[in-house]
């Protein structure tokens, strides 16, 4: 063994090692913040569709009352994770942390093939830095989704290079990954689009057609057909959805909320972020096509055209919401953080070929990943502890909610009624809590009935109790909770019917109120 190739395996091996270090810090913080955060509504609607009892009745959900409005893939994964470990927030998000570790390896193994091994470290340590971890530790799709397109990126990767040596594990790969994205979400299905074009841009220089990857492809668009079915289930809901539409705004959003959550700094604080981060990626954008510019003679530029549409996800996502799902969440595009990170990696291949220079610049990331974390999780645990500690009742409330253990405790909103059935510390009380649900009413206060459609869908599965407004009306003098929020509707709705209410003190984070319904004292 000559001195390079001995000094090459060292090099490689150290790499390994430092890989599973990442891997394990990522696995560590996530698991920690999963543990202190608290379930939100998003989450409480995945966690009550997928803790039903067989795989079988996930998908019957999904089909004929989905409550959270994805397909498949990420529900079956949680129930199985939920038959593992528990019925619990862990279980929920354990295929988000795995989406999210997946992610971090394939850049690894992608970026090591284009810049070598110091340029794949940097590249698998990067995402701990941006704001897009909190999704490891989020129990919905879009950790996986984050795996699922780095996999596709590296599949196709192997599969157009390696024609040498079987590629049926990588086209397999590519197949799996394209089909399970988008049986995973809906905005999915934009993951064909970086390896689609890449793939075009590749038939154009070798000027022939590569049939294994044009079949993975097909194969993978074909799972479409298998959410037709559950795509249908939801057209009850965008009758009177929440979301008026698209805006172009949501493009500039979609790139900010890769890497920094500054929506709560002050404005002039938020603008210069904002610029900032323009310069930076001027910058990045610069350097990469420097990079490409003198990129080597058997690197082919179809990578470099598969990272540029990667990094335009969010512009694809616009274009897809506008004119097709007629709604988009910025996170629905998270996958633009791989064209930005592998980019960054590649562009520092000379720099990091000084040993002081990466070692300095690893520790740097994984020290400022660490604290940045660990403040994380110590916000998100003061959050927690300050909902919880919202639920302590004062002696008025109590005696006023324990003096009849059978009455039913009504709430007008949604997100406080999954927090209280869940998370309150008496169990007296959480059997006791009523949803209120109006069609006419929550439209005629809130122009939309989202909550309305997923509370009677609710209704088929979940253990929760929940009661249609008029029959709320008909009780003497029942006690309801309100909640402060732009999507509450009962409050108005009560004083538009001139309903007294006693004020009986602060409760569950809310205001204990007892209602005087003149019909039913009538009756």
């Not at 559950?230 to 539409?245: D, E, N, P, S, T």
């Not at 900010?256 to 990045?284: C, D, G, H």
């Not at 610069?286 to 990667?310: D, S």
């Not at 004119?323 to 000379?350: D, S």
Request: net charge neutral; aromatic share 12%.
């Amino acid at each position: 063994m000559t001195a390079h190739s001995d000094t090459a395996s060292q090099e490689s091996r150290l790499s390994y090692f430092l890989l599973t270090l990442i891997l394990s810090t990522s696995a560590a913080l996530s698991l920690v913040w999963s543990h202190v955060k608290l379930m939100w509504k998003d989450e409480f609607l995945s966690f009550y569709s997928d803790g039903v009892a067989t795989f079988k009745q996930v998908l019957l959900v999904q089909l004929h009352h989905p409550i959270s409005l994805d397909p498949p893939t990420y529900h079956l994964l949680s129930h199985l994770s939920m038959d593992l470990i528990g019925r619990n927030a862990t279980a929920l998000r354990l295929p988000a942390l795995t989406g999210f570790l997946l992610f971090q390896l394939c850049l690894f193994f992608f970026v090591r093939r284009l810049a070598g091994n110091r340029a794949a470290v940097i590249a698998a340590a990067l995402p701990l830095l941006t704001a897009s971890f909190r999704y490891s530790a989020e129990g919905r799709p879009y950790g996986l989704l984050l795996g699922l397109y780095a996999l596709s990126l590296l599949c196709w990767k192997i599969a157009t290079e390696d024609q040498s040596t079987s590629r049926t594990p990588a086209l397999v790969g590519l197949t799996l990954s394209i089909a399970l994205a988008i049986t995973s979400h809906y905005f999915g299905i934009l993951i064909l689009i970086p390896v689609s074009l890449g793939e075009f841009a590749l038939v154009l220089a070798r000027k022939r057609f590569d049939f294994g990857v044009f079949a993975a492809l097909i194969v993978g668009l074909a799972s479409v057909g298998l959410i037709l079915p559950f795509q249908k289930a939801l057209m009850v809901y965008r009758q009177h959805y929440y979301i008026a539409g698209v805006n172009f705004h949501d493009i500039s959003q979609g790139y900010r909320e890769l890497f920094l959550r500054y929506t709560n700094w002050p404005l002039s604080v938020q603008k210069l972020a904002a610029a900032l981060m323009v310069i930076l990626a001027l910058a990045l954008a610069y350097a990469g096509h420097q990079r490409f510019k003198r990129r080597p003679a058997n690197e082919a530029a179809a990578t470099w055209v598969a990272l540029a549409t990667m990094a335009l996800l969010p512009l694809f996502g616009y274009l897809f919401g506008r004119f097709v799902t007629h709604t988009m969440e910025v996170r629905y595009v998270i996958a633009a953080l791989i064209a930005f990170v592998a980019t960054l990696a590649i562009v520092l291949e000379r720099r990091l070929r000084s040993t002081m220079f990466y070692a300095t610049l690893l520790a740097l990331i994984l020290i400022a990943a660490l604290i940045a974390n660990i403040k994380n999780i110590q916000q998100e645990r003061r959050t927690s502890n300050e909902i919880l500690a919202s639920l302590q009742l004062s002696p008025e409330a109590s005696a006023a909610l324990h003096r009849n253990p059978q009455q039913l405790i009504y709430l007008q909103s949604l997100s406080n009624f999954y927090i209280d059935s869940f998370y309150d510390p008496d169990p007296t009380l959480r059997t006791r809590f009523s949803l209120i649900d109006g069609h006419a009413e929550e439209i005629h206060q809130l122009a939309h009935d989202t909550e309305f459609v997923t509370a009677e869908n609710m209704r088929a599965f979940a253990p929760l109790s929940v009661t249609y407004y008029e029959d709320f009306r008909n009780e003497p003098n029942p006690l309801l909770i309100l909640h402060p929020g732009s999507w509450q509707w009962i409050d108005k709705q009560l004083d538009a019917d001139h309903t007294p209410q006693t004020p009986l003190g602060p409760a569950l984070g809310g205001q204990l109120v007892r209602v005087t319904n003149p019909s039913a004292g009538a009756n």
